[in-house]
């Protein structure tokens, strides 16, 4: 088990201390200082920094944050630069640079580059068609697997549990009835169940053969409603 976010924030809390924050949090205090954290993880998301984070639309102190222990530091220093802008203090030059550091090294070795891939209708422009016809003067599109923290990556012969949940697509007393798993590609096997609050449906996916694989869960709720979520799986080779 990781640290819980309520274990995250008081420690960055001890690093704010340093600047000036001297007494202790009160509950309200602990409460705004998650919800910080909360907003600092999902800004990290949308730059397509792949973090593992326990995401909550209401966090609680108690939650298991499940951010891997390497990274405590990074997440703690840079949360105790923003509660000391929070209380109106200028932090130390020690905390600056620690968080800096920390924050940057993280980032760098998370972070996924963007896809730029033209569509089909681009043209390639004048110098770059070939002698295959018509279609050789546009853009071919891309099948590779999106680059981001969603894609699955696995090396052939690995075994990679994940859960698709369905949470946001169920309304307030809908669960999932039935489910199934369609369009699996050749490069992997995979296995499924229910998650335990029928909100979800745990895989088992499996590296089979190198390249770009997919796989669509199609679920029915006991309201009638169907809802699809494709997963991609980008198998490497050993």
Request: charged letters at 20%; hydrophobic letters at 35%.
């Amino acid at each position: 088990m990781s640290k819980t976010k309520g274990e995250l924030v008081a420690a960055a809390f001890r690093k704010a201390q340093i600047s000036g924050i001297t007494t202790q949090p009160t509950g309200d205090e602990l409460a705004s200082a998650v919800e910080t954290l909360e907003d600092m993880m999902r800004e990290l998301q949308s730059k397509n920094a792949c973090i593992n984070y326990e995401y909550e639309d209401e966090p609680c102190l108690s939650t298991d944050s499940k951010i891997d222990p390497m990274w405590y530091h990074a997440v703690q220093s840079r949360l105790g630069l923003l509660l000391c802008s929070d209380y109106g203090i200028e932090p130390s030059a020690t905390l600056q640079r620690q968080a800096a550091q920390a924050w940057s090294s993280m980032i760098g070795k998370k972070t996924l580059p963007r896809q730029n891939v033209q569509p089909r209708t681009m043209p390639r422009g004048s110098g770059n068609t070939n002698r295959l016809g018509v279609w050789s003067r546009y853009y071919g599109g891309d099948n590779r697997a999106p680059i981001d923290c969603d894609t699955v990556q696995i090396d052939v012969g690995e075994t990679y549990p994940l859960t698709v949940d369905f949470s946001i697509f169920l309304t307030n007393g809908e669960t999932i009835s039935a489910f199934e798993i369609q369009e699996v590609s050749g490069g992997i096997t995979q296995t499924s169940q229910l998650t335990e609050d029928l909100n979800g449906v745990e895989l088992v996916v499996t590296g089979v053969s190198a390249g770009t694989n997919s796989l669509i869960v199609k679920i029915t709720t006991t309201l009638g409603r169907v809802n699809l979520e494709k997963v991609w799986v980008t198998v490497r080779a050993v």
